[in-house]
């Protein structure tokens, strides 16, 4: 079974910037789309954004222009840089990889907390 194992999260102030990552146990050079989710209080898991193996990026809607995500594939690791955070923006925070944005190979790890503060 994959481990993923994401850090970089915290408490900060909205306009604030944080930057997470995303380690697997496994290579992810072959993984087409490694992918960020979150899931604040009482709301369904939603993707915030992904990468292809061939770096071709998708955002949603309301981190466009805020998050950039990318990946080492050397290192097995995936980030996400979040600027202008929002308390919005409040979440836990997961990776995984799959062959699409929503079809997912693994177990999701513990994810990080983001707390952005107004």
């Known amino acids: 079974q994959v481990q993923l194992v994401e850090s970089g999260g915290g408490l900060v102030q909205a306009g604030g910037s944080l930057r997470l990552s995303c380690t697997a146990s496994?290579?992810?050079?072959?993984?087409?789309?490694m992918v960020w989710y979150r899931q604040a209080p009482g709301k369904e898991r939603e993707l915030v954004a992904g990468i292809t193996s061939g770096s071709s990026t998708n955002y949603a809607d309301s981190v466009k222009g805020r998050f950039t995500i990318s990946r080492d594939n050397a290192k097995n690791t995936v980030y996400l840089q979040m600027n202008s955070l929002k308390p919005d923006d409040t979440a836990v925070y997961y990776c995984n990889g799959g062959r699409t944005y929503y079809n997912l190979y693994w177990t999701w790890g513990q994810g990080t907390q983001v707390t952005v503060s107004s």
């Open positions: 496994r290579s992810i050079s072959s993984i087409n789309v």
